[in-house]
């Protein structure tokens, strides 16, 4: 857990977004589930970037399918997905791809 190097056979989680013009507190609640997954095991690490126009991208790396599964039904991220949904995200797509 935290800022190891993926390794083959680990996964990537990629998180492509645009925000809405009105998506303040969204740094808040990435921070949130941000730590959140520190406590997954099997999360390794994520990074982030965002541009002007509110384009973002984050891709997590975790160690398993079933560790992100175990993200994906974690509480506090369905509450997050929900609140991002309704408040901040004016689109996103979402792929899983495995480290070859």
Not at 2 to 17: C, D, L, R, T, W
Not at 35 to 51: D, P, T
Not at 74 to 91: C, I, M, P, T, W
């Amino acid at each position: 857990m935290g800022q190891e190097k993926p390794k083959k056979g680990n996964y990537a989680v990629i998180f492509i977004s645009k925000l809405n013009p009105e998506a303040n507190g969204f740094k808040d609640l990435n921070e949130l589930t941000y730590n959140e997954a520190l406590s997954i095991n099997g999360f390794i690490k994520e990074v982030s970037a965002r541009n002007l126009d509110k384009n973002g991208v984050s891709v997590s790396f975790w160690e398993s399918k079933e560790a992100i599964e175990e993200w994906k039904n974690n509480a506090v991220h369905q509450v997050a997905k929900a609140r991002g949904k309704a408040d901040y995200l004016e689109s996103y797509e979402i792929y899983i791809t495995e480290i070859k």
